[in-house]
């Protein structure tokens, strides 16, 4: 047995549709197994609210080991987990091929989906993770007006609070009738790919429900920044939510719904002579490691993976291809880049420092720590406590430097850090960034 963790870690398949997944007898006797490798451990004590929750149970335990926490507490470790990757990709020495085999995430996510199937989810877990339905009525007319004034408002916020746990002071999203997908209508040119390296040229733009209805400005920055950059792009015709929302809930089935009507559409796409790409990070992830590592044996899903990049991870391809402009007439300044969790687990490296690190008289500081936004991790009163104090180390990086802008490929993080900074009002998403560097 080699020490530690001194080979590339495999993941394994997540055997959901296997009747030993669902069986809770098995669950907590694995759940047993590996909180007792993390408690004689103890690497990942900073990363999350998961690895202290664990210990203080066993600490405050008759037998001060993992054997005397009560089963029953076992979910309070697992509730504390938002599928970050952190853990398994930087930290933990006994991911596999180690004989422990240790995938705390993919286990957290086993028990989520146990809990789930067992005992459903409550109301406001439900409408949070709904994102095409709430993000679709959002964007109607009159309605985005009257949601965006309600969620501006104090007295609705803590009605909300105490009605559904929805935090008064987490920042909400604002909703536009004037989508990414009517803007990209007015923004579409034909352009001629032209391969380079392992890129064709043509992309297509996953919009995802955040980057539809949310910020659709960023999504038309991609629009001309790739335009500009010579590549045809286009926004995937119809999609639904990718279905991270439903996989941190553990609604497998609902993860499976998704995925049976967003596949064959993306599969189509690249059959079609298209690379794809999306603005957020999370559903990136989606598609090149949750989805292949549940579905393994179904080639539609692997060909999807395989044409999937994150967005700077393309252009950058394409600058060592020779086809990036880099003829930047506007520097950007000190920029605070927090790099997101679920990008830092694709395994491409800081792409998006790299890129911005082209312009001229540009200064980026990349900081890897989480935001502690995780999904609905900070919006949720009963962890937002949790998240800002996982934030706070952060952000006072952030602050000592003092920069002209906070970025992140998450919008949310990227919004949770400008809310607690004292120095930056506001987040600027990297692709923003770039197209400001352009002057476009």
């Keep these: ?239 639904k939510c990718c279905g991270m929302p439903k996989l941190e809930l553990g609604d497998l089935d609902a993860v499976d719904k998704l995925k049976e009507a967003n596949i064959p559409v993306l599969a189509a796409l690249v059959d079609q002579g298209y690379d794809l790409t999306a ?18 044996d179904d080639p539609l899903v692997q060909k999807v993976k395989d044409a999937f990049y994150d967005p700077f991870e393309y252009l950058w391809l394409r600058h060592k291809g020779g086809a990036l402009k880099t003829d930047f007439p506007n520097a950007i300044g000190k920029v605070a880049y927090q790099v997101a969790c679920h990008q830092r687990v694709q395994n491409i490296g800081l792409k998006t420092r790299d890129v911005l690190g082209l312009v001229p008289d540009t200064e980026v500081t990349a900081h890897e720590r989480c935001s502690g936004h995780d999904g609905t991790y900070a919006v949720k009163s009963e962890t937002r406590a949790k998240s800002l104090k996982i934030a706070r180390p952060l952000v006072r990086k952030i602050d000592q430097q003092e920069p002209d802008h906070v970025t992140s490929d998450c919008p949310m993080a990227g919004t949770q850090v400008a809310h607690l900074s004292e120095k930056v009002d506001r987040a600027t998403h990297p692709m923003t960034l770039l197209r400001m560097a352009y002057g476009l």
């Design 279 to 296: 603005p957020i990070p999370s559903c990136v992830l989606m598609y090149k490691q949750e989805l292949p590592l549940m579905y393994p």
């Design 1 to 239: 047995m080699r020490e530690g963790s001194l080979e590339a870690p495999t993941r394994h398949p997540v055997a959901w549709k296997t009747e030993a997944f669902w069986d809770r007898e098995q669950l907590n006797a694995e759940l047993e197994r590996v909180y007792d490798i993390c408690h004689g451990c103890r690497r990942c004590v900073s990363l999350c609210d998961a690895f202290p929750t664990l210990f203080d149970l066993v600490d405050e335990s008759d037998t001060m080991e993992v054997d005397g926490v009560d089963k029953a507490d076992y979910n309070k470790v697992v509730d504390q987990c938002y599928l970050c990757d952190l853990c398994y990709m930087t930290k933990c020495p006994y991911v596999p091929p180690h004989e422990w085999n240790v995938d705390f995430p993919h286990l957290m996510l086993r028990a989520k989906a146990v809990k789930f199937r067992e005992e459903g989810a409550r109301l406001r877990d439900r409408v949070l993770t709904s994102t095409d339905r709430v993000f679709a009525a959002g964007t109607i007319p009159l309605v985005d007006v009257t949601v965006n004034a309600l969620n501006g408002s104090g007295g609705f916020r803590k009605a909300l609070d105490s009605t559904l746990g929805i935090h008064h002071e987490a920042p909400l999203p604002p909703f536009h009738r004037d989508t990414l997908r009517k803007r990209a209508k007015r923004l579409h040119r034909d352009i001629e790919p032209a391969p380079v390296g392992e890129t064709r040229g043509k992309v297509a733009l996953y919009a995802t429900c955040y980057g539809n209805a949310n910020t659709p400005e960023v999504g038309e920055d991609f629009i001309r920044v790739f335009q500009h950059n010579g590549i045809a792009i286009d926004v995937v015709p119809k999609e």
